[in-house]
């Protein structure tokens, strides 16, 4: 098994796009002609954008919307990246908001999270060092 993608449901899908390419670097893999759906290449998986009409197709019986003004939900997706403060002050003037600036963690890593302009929590990290398992 392995995980072949995630899905983050937005309001435009191509303000997504934008974000996540001046961001971060990604490139489109495939965008439908509806505008209400694309991919990005992130590796082995996946990361897709879906437009909230077209989910609500999808779930039925509802979701909570994430935006940029709600409480962030229950997950976050990570990225690694060479340079976190960078890679964060890219991502705020790109329409994001702070929730944790960069930092190195009592874990061994350096990290930031932002929400994303959809309101979906992203983490930057990069690792500082091995730890030592004496």
């Given amino acids: 098994m ?3 993608y995630v899905t983050l449901y ?5 303000t997504a796009i934008t974000f996540y390419e001046n961001v971060l670097g990604l490139t ?3 965008k439908h002609e509806s505008n209400l759906y694309a991919e990005m ?4 998986t996946v990361l897709a954008f879906s437009q909230h009409d077209l989910a609500t197709q999808l779930v039925p019986q509802g979701y909570q919307r994430a935006h940029p003004d ?8 990570g990225f690694d990246v060479d340079n976190v403060t960078e890679t964060y002050h890219k991502a705020l003037a790109n ?7 960069p930092e190195v963690k009592p874990w061994n890593f350096e990290s930031a999270m932002v929400k994303d302009p959809s309101g979906h929590l992203v983490e930057f990290s990069k690792p500082v060092h091995a ?3 004496s």
Avoid: H, M, Y
């Fill in 2 to 4: 392995k995980l072949g």
């Fill in 10 to 14: 937005v309001d435009d899908v191509q």
């Fill in 28 to 30: 489109l893999r495939f």
């Fill in 41 to 44: 290449e992130t590796g082995t």
């Fill in 70 to 77: 709600n409480e962030a939900l229950g997950l976050q997706i």
């Fill in 95 to 101: 329409g994001a908001s702070t929730v944790d600036p």
């Fill in 131 to 133: 730890v030592n398992p």
